[in-house]
């Protein structure tokens, strides 16, 4: 898992990275043809690794749940956020992945709610869920990726 969580580190690290590159009107920017912006990615990592860890594992969550709500798969931006907002966010991208990180090692996940992702992959354990939460924040990179082209 020592793997695992590193890989998780260095895709946060990136997403941190776009937070300090883009301005707040860039971040909340909605190119045309697209359904959400920069931020909303970023949220939805966040949020989506909290309902893919911890409450699969049926253990209480570090996102709000106006958080959760405004982010989680499903949602659309509804406003622009503020650099408040932004910046809670941003301190989420490692207080989330340090807390799981250390919840692991002390033995907190006894259990998973098993199911199968939205994109087919059975998820049936919470090493399984750490697992693919990777997989989710690449796919959500690379639309960022194709956003940022038209900001």
Not at 66 to 87: F, H
Not at 122 to 150: P, R, V
């Amino acid at each position: 898992m020592e793997t695992t969580f590193t890989i998780t580190r260095t895709s946060r690290e990136i997403y941190a990275k776009w937070l300090e590159k883009y301005s707040l009107e860039q971040l909340n920017k909605i190119p045309q043809g697209f359904s959400n912006n920069l931020i909303w990615n970023i949220g939805h990592i966040v949020v989506s690794q909290q309902l893919l860890v911890y409450a699969g594992s049926n253990q209480p969550m570090m996102v709000s749940e106006e958080m959760l709500a405004k982010y989680r798969r499903g949602s659309k931006p509804e406003g622009d956020v503020t650099q408040e907002e932004v910046n809670e966010i941003k301190n989420l991208l490692f207080t989330t992945i340090e807390k799981t990180e250390d919840d692991y090692k002390k033995g907190l996940f006894t259990s998973y709610n098993e199911r199968t992702s939205e994109l087919g992959f059975l998820l049936s354990s919470t090493e399984m869920a750490i697992d693919f939460n990777n997989y989710h924040e690449a796919i959500h990179l690379g639309i960022m990726m194709q956003i940022k082209k038209f900001i």
